[in-house]
C-alpha cells in the first residue's frame, strides 16, 4: 500500500474537520455539514480504485 494515499486522506481529514469546526462556531451548521459529506466523498473517490484492486485480488486468490 502506498503511504501517499494515507497522507493525503489524513490531510483531507484534518481540512475538513478545521473547517467544520470553523462553520460550526460561526453559525453555519448546515455549510458544516457539507463540508463534511464533500470530505467523505473525496475520500471515498480516492479509495475506488484501491476497493477495485482489492475485490480483484480476492477473485483470484478463491478461484471465484
Known sequence: MDISLIIKIAGIGILVAVSSQILSKTGR???????TLAGILVALMLLISRIGE?????QTVFGI
Open 54 to 58: 482489492l475485490f480483484a485480488l480476492i
Open 29 to 35: 451548521d448546515e455549510q458544516a455539514m457539507f463540508v
